[in-house]
């Protein structure tokens, strides 16, 4: 996979028309992805990474006819979708957009560090009940994407692609595999990084 350090031999092997799984994935690389910041509605765009990422898994996911495509609105996660879905239906969801950083969007970690310490000190001791000013918690989040999942997952008939976001896919992740919800950082995700849940 373009941009990552491990590159699996033949990884559409694991991938068939055969289970009604929830194929789970993280939008690919964006620009300026370096500089460490808080991103959640700021709209950046893939860079050529990422939109190598997408082209990768649209020759991986070639023999797969996913039920739907789901989308976040942000754009990063809609190009995602249009380079590697083209010809299968794609539906935007709002409910899986990122989450809803406030205030502290687009804002690098440094610089929250030395002008809002308070605040970036209690985040990090409740960081799923915390709230950026003007922002939504983690404990927001999953309450907005559950609801998606759980209708999701009772009219499952075919494979269904969610294209969404780190911050969706942890904690969502999370009520997967039955975690603390404020442990969801110990869940890695990559850009252009697949998760399957299921067969359901």
Known sequence: MPGSKRLQANPSRQFSNSHNCIFLLRHGQIQDHETKRFIGRTDIPLDETGRA?????????????????YTS?????????DILGQGQEICIDPRLNEIDLGTWDGK????????????????????LTFRPPKGESFNDLLNRVS???????KG?????????????????LCRYLGMDPGQLF??????????LLGPV
């Open 53 to 69: 990422q997408a082209r990768a898994w649209e020759k991986n996911f070639s023999h797969i006819c996913f039920n739907k495509i």
């Open 73 to 81: 609105s942000l754009s990063r996660c809609r190009d995602t979708a």
């Open 108 to 127: 690098s970690f440094e610089h929250i560090k030395k002008t809002e310490p308070l605040l970036f000190q209690k985040r990090g001791e409740r960081i």
């Open 147 to 153: 609801p998606f999942f759980e209708t999701l997952e």
């Open 156 to 172: 499952l008939k075919a494979p269904t692609l969610v294209i969404t976001h780190s911050g969706v896919i942890r904690v969502i």
């Open 186 to 195: 110990e869940i890695k995700s990559a850009y252009g990084q697949l998760f």
